[in-house]
Nanobody, 115 residues
Framework: QVQLVESGGGLVQAGGSLRLSCAAS????????MSWYRQAPGKQRELVAT???????NYADSVKGRFTISRDNAKNTVHLQMNSLKPEDTAVYYC?????????WGQGTQVTVSS
């Protein structure tokens, strides 16, 4: 059974930092393409950052220079380091894994940035 479990969300003031983690099980993590998405109230879910099995990364324009995605294949974990947070970063953040064309979602973790 595939499980993606996010942690690290919370309440932070604008300008602060948070580090999200996603622990994966039930998949061959090392060959999986991992991503972070977010969904704010009343808005569509949007892609935040991706990291390939080889470590190549891509970011949404809105988070470039502030967020960093990384992975630890030994621990089956992907992280999202979020710095210089803004109120508009407030959302539920979801971990997404794609292994050999099949996609899996975590349950989400709330990030709230106060002004």
């Amino acid at each position: 059974q595939v499980q993606l479990v996010e942690s690290g969300g919370g309440l932070v003031q604008a300008g602060g930092s948070l580090r999200l983690s996603c622990a994966a099980s039930g998949i061959i993590f090392s060959i999986s393409y991992m991503s972070w998405y977010r969904q704010a109230p009343g808005k569509q879910r949007e892609l935040v950052a991706t990291i390939s099995s080889g470590g190549s990364t891509n970011y949404a324009d809105s988070v470039k220079g502030r967020f960093t995605i990384s992975r630890d294949n030994a621990k089956n974990t992907v992280h999202l380091q979020m710095n210089s947070l803004k109120p508009e970063d407030t959302a539920v953040y979801y971990c997404y894994g794609n292994m050999l064309g099949r996609g899996y979602w975590g349950q989400g973790t709330q990030v709230t940035v106060s002004s």
